[in-house]
């Protein structure tokens, strides 16, 4: 196991990386970005953002955001389907707090360790995945 100053600076250098990939997000709300970690590898990327082959536009008339917004850690999780790799035992690191619904995706995904910048308006997803046995870190992003 990695000493927990080393592991607290691959944390931080991780999630530092998450919020540069949320750049990538057309969203105009908020721009949320996700990176899945195994053995010290990026498997896996995400941010929010339209499915495949929809415009680039996430919110609406009202700047409510449309319904079929992927969330980062959803483009994340299923980026991985499409791939060789598994999450087995991974760290996903995410710039916001994880919804139920990610959340979901999360333990399902057999994600074991979720590292996170900043907390959402709800607790449901973080509540769900404490439940889960899964490891929960709230770390605040160094420049």
Known sequence: MESNDKQQK???RYLRMARIWAENSYCQRRQVGALVVKDKMIISDGYNG???GFEN???DANNLTKPYVLH?????????ARSSNNSDGA???ITASPCIECAKLIIQAGIRRVVYGENYRLTDGIDLLRRAGIDVVL???DQ
């Open 10 to 12: 691959l944390d931080n």
């Open 50 to 52: 339209t499915p495949s």
């Open 57 to 59: 536009v996430c919110e």
């Open 72 to 80: 980062a850690e959803a483009n994340a999780i299923t980026k991985l």
């Open 91 to 93: 760290t996903i690191y």
């Open 139 to 141: 770390m605040e992003i």
